[in-house]
């Protein structure tokens, strides 16, 4: 989360990309929804962790409880695949993203937000390997030292803009053109998602990937 402006009420604005290319532990944006969660105000809201930079950190930690939360600016990514034209006026990607204008707040770590915390952070885990946070050693007060931001979210403050999901826009002229579509190529390369051989951590012992087991199902699919 990179600050971009501070304006003369101190109120600093963020802007924060996203790209789904490769998915990583600590570079994730989740979308909480009602169906995966015990709580309301969950799913009324887009949560973000990761490691946050101190000048943003600093002001999200210093508003009071009169204060209003801070603007936010958030975008996410995805490219769905590599569009080869018919030149390369029409050569690139096509994709998929959404910004999202809002205000961010910094959640807790009082015994009020505990319980609401580690559901967040559940999701987050098991939303990459299922049934991941389970099989994690007894969590204890580390998932307090976890910064999460919470951003209120608005239909009305939310844009999403895409090109199509695979191939791309042609010159209208070219495509009339059947004498050059039938001497050049013009398609997609799409992009997969997929997961790699399962490589044992160096702190393990031989019969610790027995309990890796889980795992194994969800990387066939």
Aim: aromatic share 10%; with cysteine; proline share 5%.
């Amino acid at each position: 989360m990179t600050p971009i402006s501070q304006n003369r009420s101190s109120t600093i604005s963020t802007f924060c990309t996203y790209h789904f290319l490769r998915k990583t532990p600590s570079t994730q944006l989740f979308v909480i929804s009602s169906a995966r969660s015990s709580h309301a105000a969950i799913a009324r809201s887009l949560v973000w962790y990761d490691h946050v930079q101190e000048p943003v950190l600093g002001r999200l930690k210093g508003i009071e409880k009169r204060d209003p939360d801070i603007p936010v600016s958030v975008a996410a990514s995805m490219v769905n695949s590599h569009y080869l034209g018919f030149s390369g006026f029409a050569t690139g990607f096509s994709f998929a993203n959404g910004v999202l204008n809002r205000t961010a707040s910094l959640m807790g770590v009082s015994k009020d937000h505990k319980v609401e915390r580690e559901d967040i952070m559940r999701y987050i885990v098991n939303s990459q390997i299922p049934d991941r946070w389970n099989c994690f050693r007894p969590i204890g007060t580390e998932v307090d030292y976890v910064s999460i931001i919470k951003i209120t979210t608005s239909v009305q403050k939310l844009h999403t803009h895409s090109l199509p999901k695979v191939l791309g826009l042609e010159v209208q002229n070219y495509v009339e053109d059947k004498k050059l579509c039938k001497e050049y190529w013009e398609g997609t390369i799409p992009f997969w998602e997929k997961f790699g051989q399962p490589i044992l951590g160096n702190d393990n012992l031989p019969e610790a990937g027995k309990s890796n087991s889980y795992s194994y199902p969800v990387l066939e699919t």
